[in-house]
């Protein structure tokens, strides 16, 4: 029995490192990953296949299912070619400055030259909920959170807070949930006969129907999807320190406010709106980031989103475009490269 369970430890242990250190495992770990209910460990993918070449100017974009979703990385990385290359980091839940400031470190660990943070209302007016510990917990905002919430907080959250420890050391942990529905897709495929599985870049691909629209605009006017909440200091104080984070380590930063439909403007009080402006604008002046505010981007309508919150071909395709170009023409001001890039 003694051997049989060193065996099985050491089956274990082969298959970590396997796993933490094989670029060809993650490449096909990310192949056969659904976006959305892999988010995690696409995202961690993505960090570990960045390239390796200091000569490469890396452009990390992060923050929510929008960031996912809006970015088209293969058409940014033809019009940047071998002058930068996109990773995207982004993944399902609102980008709330939380989760950007615990995944800061290992952003800056792959020694970008510029990091886009792509926020919207949702990314400060969403109550936190603590769920993004069991995947992205990292133990540096603990301090944070001690510090304006106080020790109660921890005490309360001690349960997910050791959770997210042992998560964060062992990969084969944090993430067997996918790992199990791969495998379960494997065998589904293999059953049915099906042709091997092409990655995915987006998860969705078709608009909701109007009534979609009109449902969630209903179900909302009461009981608004972002509003004030009791972690807004502490949101704000998590964006100001990712923020002197990347700034101590010569990374600079790019705010780009997310697209979203015309009609979110009924999921809220419209206050938040002055609020959320007065915020990222007096933090953009006091820290020097620079911001791409909504009013700075192509016009977006109802027919350029599947959804509320993500855009379609057509809008993606605009909004890249956009992105490209104005990376392209403040090149110098970015950290990127200064000749110009034959547009497509």
Known sequence: MLKAYGLAASLIVLAHLGITFSDSVWRELYRVSVPS???ALRVEANMRLSPKDASTN???LMGSSQTREDFDVDYLNRRFRDRGH???LGFSGNGNPIEMYMLTPRVVDMKPKLVVYMPFIGSLFRPYAYQTFDLYFDPNILPLIRSIHGWSELADRADIIAMGIFRRASILFRHRNSYQQMVDDAINRLVRGSPAKVAQTYAYHRRKPNSH????IETHRKSPRYREHQYQELYQEAFRMMVQYLTAQNVLLLVVDGPTHPLIKHFYDPRLNSEYELFMSNTSTTYGFTRLRKSD?????DDDFNDFTHLNASGRA???AFIADYLQENAARLGLAQEPVPRQ
């Open 37 to 39: 209910r892999d988010d």
């Open 58 to 60: 890396r452009i990390v």
């Open 86 to 88: 996109f990773i995207n």
């Open 213 to 216: 629209f009109m449902q969630l």
């Open 297 to 301: 981007l192509p016009e977006f309508r």
């Open 318 to 320: 605009r909004f890249n």
